[in-house]
């Protein structure tokens, strides 16, 4: 799995133009249900995550961690499912423009002693929300995890060229389709790149790439981590693997150049 830039200068691009995050905002984190966030933080850390500075703008256990690309919120409230936050603000008007593009807004949280914030899905059903502010704060460092270099947010989609005219109304960059190493597209943005895969997957994945990934797998193994046994039909099991996370998360590994 060939890393993918945000770029939009290379050949498979189809507009020459840069990502516009004047929709969207600037990218905060996937934020995930977590029932027992102690235990998914040690998981994370295990692998080499450092944890992020929280605030208080959460009223349940809610932590974060990052291998310095990506921002994973563990929840212990308040999620249901995986979705894609991003921090814009001013957004009791923002959400007007949002409607103006077609977005139909699923909840709305905009009172005067609460964090702002709202949510939609795209059309594949992956959730989406808005905040008016960050709710934590970076480390000061960072490094790639066990796990080799994070390189998106894969998202199961029927229809990929309805799902990437979708998230380029909203400032991404879509990339023309490729069969290898995986059937899917690239939606990329400055802050996060986003793969609508046309596969069989029950739940979005976090994916990762290193070409010495097969060491990876079995140091995995041995550790006694959790690995989905059934892969999805079309993925290669020589080539890919699936870690569960203790709050069900599947983190995807592949080949790729570091």
């Not at 060939?2 to 050949?11: I, N, R």
């Not at 944890?51 to 349940?60: E, L, P």
């Not at 959730?127 to 960072?142: D, H, I, Y």
């Not at 986003?194 to 739940?203: E, F, P, S, T």
């Amino acid at each position: 799995m060939p890393h993918c830039s945000p770029s939009p200068d290379g050949a498979r691009s189809r507009w020459a133009r840069q990502p516009d995050d004047t929709v969207l905002g600037r990218f905060l984190e996937v934020s995930v249900p977590a029932p027992d966030v102690p235990a998914s933080l040690a998981f994370y850390e295990s692998l080499g995550f450092v944890q992020a500075v929280t605030g208080d703008a959460r009223a349940y256990p809610y932590a974060v961690v990052t291998d310095g690309r990506l921002y994973l919120g563990l929840h212990g409230a308040g999620f249901e499912a995986a979705t894609l936050t991003w921090v814009h603000p001013g957004l009791s008007t923002h959400a007007a423009r949002l409607e103006a593009l077609g977005i139909e807004l699923e909840s709305t949280r905009l009172g005067e002693d609460t964090l702002h914030e709202l949510a939609f899905a795209d059309t594949s059903g992956q959730r989406v929300a808005l905040l008016e502010a960050r709710t934590f704060s970076p480390p000061p460092q960072a490094a790639a995890s066990r796990l080799g270099y994070f390189e998106e947010f894969g998202i199961p989609t029927t229809d990929l060229a309805t799902a990437a005219r979708w998230w380029e109304a909203l400032g991404l960059v879509a990339f023309e389709p490729v069969r290898r190493p995986l059937p899917r597209a690239v939606a990329a943005s400055r802050d996060l790149n986003i793969g609508l895969y046309d596969l069989d997957l029950r739940r979005p994945v976090l994916a990762f790439s290193s070409p010495a990934m097969p060491d990876r797998v079995a140091e995995l193994r041995e550790r006694g981590c959790r690995l989905v046994e059934r892969l999805p039909r079309g993925m290669n099991p020589r080539e890919f693997a699936l870690l569960e996370a203790p709050e069900g998360t599947w983190l995807l590994l592949g080949p790729g150049e570091e």
